[in-house]
């Protein structure tokens, strides 16, 4: 149980074109979804929280007009780069909310999304 | 400020021996206290997670996790370490009820098991 997907797992793009990547929850509802960045041999960096119906909310230094976030239903969020330029290029992964059997609130995580813009 | 810190940026130990993983932490609110570990190119996979009751948490794979409170510490512990291990270990705080559940990481701790 638990299982969150991304799609695509990888892409590769030319400068100025814009990318979307999938969030799903593949067996159950997430009211909050979490995007965040990573770069090579460091830690998760949370660029935004998604939440199901409203607008998302961007971390201090985040560009909302860049980083387009969309989460339409309760199993899907989206992340959309736009005109996107090398210095986007990064590790991309996700997380939903989801309530575990002990009664918490838990993040899982999908498997990332490694953009390589050209 | 809130923030957690894993001393150990890299780690090597020899398989079959002992481990433990070092997190500290410092977080205004009760904290729920989480290990996830990441294997190369892959997202997250939550290891175990302290938010109450029984501070010696279990989690899979043979993990386990002390709470100590006055220490602000949630060390990871594996008696016997396996190559399988090696990826990269995250210890992260956060609270449900406070931050809307917002995770603060650490730096992450790089494993690496000896033959």
């Known amino acids: 149980g638990a299982v969150v997907s991304q799609h695509p797992s990888w892409v590769i793009c030319k400068s100025g074109t814009s990318v979307k990547i999938e969030c799903r929850s593949l067996d159950f509802q997430a009211t909050t979804m979490f995007w965040y960045r990573q770069f090579p041999k460091q830690s998760l960096m949370l660029m935004a929280t998604?939440?199901?119906?409203?607008?998302?909310?961007?971390e201090q230094g985040v560009e909302k007009d860049k980083f387009l976030i969309n989460h339409a239903s309760l199993t899907l969020s989206t992340l959309t780069v736009t005109s996107a330029h090398p210095e986007d290029s990064s590790f991309y992964i996700c997380?939903?909310?989801?309530?575990?059997?002990?009664?918490?609130?838990?993040?899982?995580f999908g498997p990332g999304t490694r953009l390589l813009v050209l | 400020a809130q923030s957690v810190t894993q001393p150990d940026i890299h780690i090597t130990v020899s398989e079959g021996a002992s481990l433990e993983l070092r997190c500290n932490y410092s977080y205004g609110a009760t904290p729920y206290l989480f290990w996830y570990v990441q294997s190369p190119g892959q997202g997250l996979q939550l290891l175990l997670k302290y938010f109450s009751g029984d501070t010696l948490v279990q989690g899979i794979k043979g993990f386990e996790a002390e709470f100590k409170r006055s220490q602000s510490s949630f060390n990871l512990r594996k008696p016997s370490v396996h190559w399988s291990d090696a990826a990269e270990y995250f210890c992260?705080?956060?609270?449900?009820?406070?931050?809307?559940?917002?995770?603060?990481f650490g730096q992450g701790t790089e494993l690496s098991v000896k033959p």
């Open positions: 997380s939903a909310e989801g309530l575990a059997g002990d009664g918490v609130e838990t993040q899982y």
């Open positions: 998604s939440n199901e119906g409203s607008k998302a909310t961007y």
């Open positions: 992260a705080v956060g609270n449900i009820y406070n931050q809307g559940g917002k995770l603060i």
